[in-house]
């Protein structure tokens, strides 16, 4: 198991190596001077302002130098700062982060909640009617961009029926939890659409294979309910691959929120991530990206050796 | 002609060299902060008084806008309490006037905690508001100031010359402060009194008091709080205002609550402001913040798009929707300019016939603003007192043909700048940040020039910053490879702010050419120089009579309409929008008892709004 988790660990280290490498390459090679961006009309008015700043990003220096600086500043937490805000981007990210977990968590409850019945539904009745109508329900989720759902849920729930509010964030801390999930709910359930969809063909998908295991059939011959057999014998040992997409996609997701968060106007790390873009603010651009890869990249690695933990065959191998 | 301007070399030097702030941000963005201006003097007289005739026909094409919701006094009773919140386009980057860029929505929020020392009213003249007068020298090199008694800032501190003293080295060295000083020719501002503080130019200037009615110079905030941490100001600033702020969680909702000691009445004797609280929550997306005003989430809302402009109408007359809109057409106009130093920009006949060949009406439509946004003549609106009959009848109009028959003479000159063979197509990269509406209203110009057989277009896009920075042109001495760029020009301020910088010598040989070495203004984007119009634009600096300054801008305007240095793709119009019983926003008042100038570039005053009951 040692030897898993090195093996792991190493390609995780190499796997951040490149994200970072292609982060700051990227930023790097964006059109235009970054200190036009920062000053403005101020960038054509003082040299000196101008070459303090260049000198502070580093702009000066040859490309891998400065990605060798950076990487040394990453490395030890040191993000930088904001030029147009003047925040710390690790503070930026720790407090945006919460706000955009609790979006991934809630979409991922809400997409198992709907996804775990209709797959098995799907599985049980393969080839049926309700197979065939969950099959195309699930596609249409599948095809339809996230975006349009949020769109549709606002005119619904805010516009028509005013039950939820159509954009913003209520606090836990300030408004209590009530509050909170009236204003995550929707956006919630903008990214959980697709979720669902993913989570549903899945399940669908390893039930119908565990459903033709001989044990099943055992099951079947010993009289037990198809509910029991479905929910004890079925649905757990299909479940192994459900666990890994559900952390690779929470992992996505904490990046992948970038949309819906701006389109709700919630304060989460996709909306700070649109606004850095829209302000050329390079250090935060670079810090964002940054973490949202390497959290993803991290959560992949966990849930890659929590797979070995559960099934003795990929440790083995 | 040349002794004149021998002798004004230094004058020049300075506006040109200096006064370089602000455009940008009415530029491209539309909505950036920059000092307005207009005509001062003592206690800033009235452009409105003057000719500003009833505009005769409608500016530019066959389209026609409709914007406008009149500034009036309010009937309704006003009531105190009640909290509103209002939805912005975008949050504000942050709250210190001396060193955050302060565009359209982060004017909404920074009008509630700092008051201007001088505002704009109803007519379009600059009045005291925080100050009680303000008067300057004849030469305007000179500006006295006295200030009101009696005010305190948010953190019990009184409001002294001194403050307005102290605010000076932070206005210095704050990246917004600093540009606005520099285009003001601002050199020391002391106190000279209890309440009497001294601005001394190095250049006279007329449109003062714009600088004063704006943020980077004009809002007046703590001095020692901001000193003591920049940083800490932004999330907590404290000035006069009306409002006091309360908590600020970026990108999500910044609270001011109500100053309970505000120095300001109404004109009826009643404490101001008659809220107790207000929230600003910038909502991005334009769809989400008419449906956020529409379905309760919030109460009020902003947009300076015309497309939302036409939703929010529609849902108020087809859905009954139950708001108000407030509705404004600014001087601000859309469109773009030519690069008249790259070829085949640089031969009048192809702006002009690039010009003819535009129909504002229908990128109008593109745009989403049919019956909203008035087609563009001039760097003014038909409703400023700037507007000029003469030059929107000089402007070159849609005339498709027209303008095929001379891009076919410049096609067909043997000498044609772009050297190509007689007979071939220009070519023209028409660029415009990447705004879905934007790129619209690209295709509509791609399509009219290739429906010519005589233009081939590439279409660019880059993001905002990236299209500024090819403007500015910086790698190149400030040229730019730009060819036909997309752009803004124009704001309600004082038409000095934003001509004067973009009618410098654009180039270093340019300037030395006409005998001003050392004269180049980066922000002359077109590169287009006259030397009459730039000595229009100087000489209206150095004068406050309204009649004279009119006739300048005039003549600068009816140049642009002859020499097509930049074209116009309709007037910005912009609203805020907020539910029927929000009151007051078109019925505030500036100290004296008049009435303010309303919302402009949707940038309300919140003092006196109020929720009826």
Not at chain 1, 229 to 257: D, K, Q, V
Not at chain 2, 51 to 67: K, L, R, S
Not at chain 2, 175 to 203: F, H, K, R
């Amino acid at each position: 198991m040692g030897k898993v988790i090195a093996g792991r660990l190493v390609r995780l280290i190499a796997t951040l190596l490149a994200v970072t490498f292609l982060t700051f390459s990227m930023t790097a090679l964006l059109p235009g001077d970054p200190v036009n961006a920062i000053l403005g009309v101020d960038s054509v008015r003082d040299p000196e302002v101008v070459a303090k700043i260049r000198a502070d990003l580093g702009l000066d220096d040859p490309f891998l130098i400065r990605y060798v600086n950076w990487l040394g500043n990453t490395v030890t937490g040191d993000l930088g700062q904001s030029y147009i805000t003047d925040q710390e981007v690790i503070s930026t990210i720790s407090q945006r982060l919460p706000v955009t977990a609790q979006l991934a968590f809630m979409a991922i409850i809400m997409a198992l909640i709907l996804a775990i019945p209709i797959g098995v539904l799907g599985a049980y009745k393969q080839g049926k009617w309700q197979d065939s109508t969950t099959s195309a329900g699930v596609q249409v989720a599948l095809s339809v961009p996230n975006f349009i759902v949020g769109i549709f849920l606002i005119w619904l729930f805010s516009v028509q029926l005013g039950w939820l509010p159509a954009s913003n964030w209520n606090r836990i801390s300030n408004d209590g939890l009530i509050e909170n999930l009236k204003t995550a709910i929707l956006p919630a359930s903008a990214l959980a659409m697709t979720q669902m969809a993913i989570f549903s063909r899945l399940v669908r998908s390893d039930m119908i294979a565990t459903l033709q295991e001989n044990y099943i059939l055992a099951a079947r011959s010993k009289g037990l309910s198809n509910r029991f057999i479905l929910l004890r014998h079925a649905l757990r040992p299909s479940s192994l691959s459900l666990m890994t997409i559900i952390g690779i996609n929470f992992g996505a997701l904490l990046g992948g929120t970038v949309i819906i968060e701006t389109l709700f106007a919630i304060p989460g790390i996709g909306f700070r991530l649109i606004n850095a873009i829209n302000q050329r603010d390079i250090i935060v651009i670079q810090g964002i990206t940054v973490f949202i890869a390497t959290a993803y990249v991290v959560i992949n690695t966990v849930v890659d050796l929590l797979y070995a933990v559960i099934d003795p065959r990929i440790r083995r191998a | 002609m040349g002794e004149t301007v021998m002798r004004r070399k230094g004058l020049y030097r300075s506006v040109a060299f200096l006064a370089i702030a602000g455009l940008i941000a009415g530029a491209c963005g539309g909505d950036d902060d920059s000092a307005p201006a207009d005509t001062p003097s003592e206690e800033a007289e009235a452009p409105a008084d003057e000719p500003a005739e009833e505009p005769a026909v409608e500016a530019g094409d066959v389209a026609e806008g409709d914007v406008d919701t009149a500034i009036e006094e309010e009937e309704s009773t006003v009531a105190y309490g009640g909290s509103i919140s209002v939805g912005l386009e975008a949050e504000a980057t942050g709250l210190r006037p001396w060193e955050d860029t302060c565009s359209s929505p982060c004017y909404n929020m920074m009008i509630s905690v700092f008051d201007k020392l001088i505002e704009m009213d109803v007519n379009g003249n600059y009045v005291p508001y925080l100050a009680e007068s303000l008067t300057s020298n004849e030469d305007f090199t000179v500006w006295t100031m006295t200030l009101r008694g009696d005010v305190t800032f948010h953190n019990g501190v009184e409001l002294t010359a001194q403050s307005i003293a102290d605010m000076f080295p932070i206005q210095q060295a704050g990246a917004a402060g600093s540009s606005a000083i520099a285009a003001a020719n601002l050199v020391s501002v002391e106190a000279t009194g209890d309440l009497e503080v001294t601005y001394t130019l190095s250049e006279g200037g007329s449109a003062f008091p714009a600088t004063l009615s704006r943020a980077p110079v004009g809002f007046v905030f703590e001095p020692a709080a901001a000193a003591a941490d920049s940083e800490g100001f932004s999330m907590a600033p404290v000035g006069t205002g009306p409002f006091v702020i309360d908590s600020r969680d970026l990108d999500n909702e910044t609270t001011f609550v109500r100053n309970d000691s505000y120095w300001a009445t109404d004109p009826d004797g009643n404490a101001l402001p008659y809220l107790d609280s207000i929230s600003f929550r910038p909502i991005p997306d334009e769809g989400t913040r008419l449906d956020a005003l529409l379905s309760g989430t919030v109460n009020a809302m902003q947009t300076l798009r015309q497309g939302t402009i036409r939703d929010a109408r529609n849902a108020r007359d087809e859905d009954g929707a139950d708001i108000t809109l407030y509705e404004f057409q600014g001087n601000n106009v859309g469109g773009g300019m030519y690069n008249v130093l790259v070829p085949p920009f640089d031969d009048v006949r192809v702006r002009r016939a690039l010009t003819h060949m535009n129909s504002q009406e229908q990128v109008i439509e593109a745009l989403g603003g049919t019956g909203i946004s008035l087609p563009g003549t001039q760097w003014f609106s038909p409703d400023s007192p700037w507007w000029s009959e003469k030059v929107a009848e000089a402007w070159p109009k849609f005339d498709f043909e027209g303008g095929v028959a001379i891009l076919t003479e410049y096609v067909n000159d043997p000498e044609r700048s772009d050297g190509k063979a007689v007979g071939e197509s220009i070519d023209v990269e028409l660029s415009c940040p990447p705004d879905p509406t934007l790129i619209a209203s690209m295709q509509v110009v791609e399509q009219l020039y290739t429906a010519s057989g005589l233009v081939n277009v590439t279409m660019t896009n880059y993001d905002q910053q990236t299209h500024i920075g090819i403007a500015l042109g910086g790698e190149n001495g400030f040229v730019g490879n730009h060819q036909q760029h997309c752009w803004r020009w124009s704001s309600d301020d004082d038409p000095s702010v934003n001509l004067t910088p973009a009618l410098a010598p654009p180039t270093a040989e340019i300037a030395e050419a006409i005998g001003l070495p050392g004269v180049v203004s980066p922000l002359n984007f077109s590169n287009w120089f006259s030397p009459t119009a730039f000595q229009a634009a100087v000489a209206a600096t150095k004068t406050d009579d309204f009649a004279t300054r009119y006739g300048l801008y005039e003549s600068i305007m009816l140049e642009f309409a002859d020499q097509v240095p930049v074209y116009y793709s309709g007037h910005t119009a912009t609203a805020i929008g907020t539910e029927s019983n929000v009151l007051g926003l078109n019925s505030w008042h500036v100290p004296s008892g008049e009435l303010g100038i309303g919302f402009p570039n949707a940038e309300g005053r919140w003092a006196e709004v109020f929720i009826s009951s």
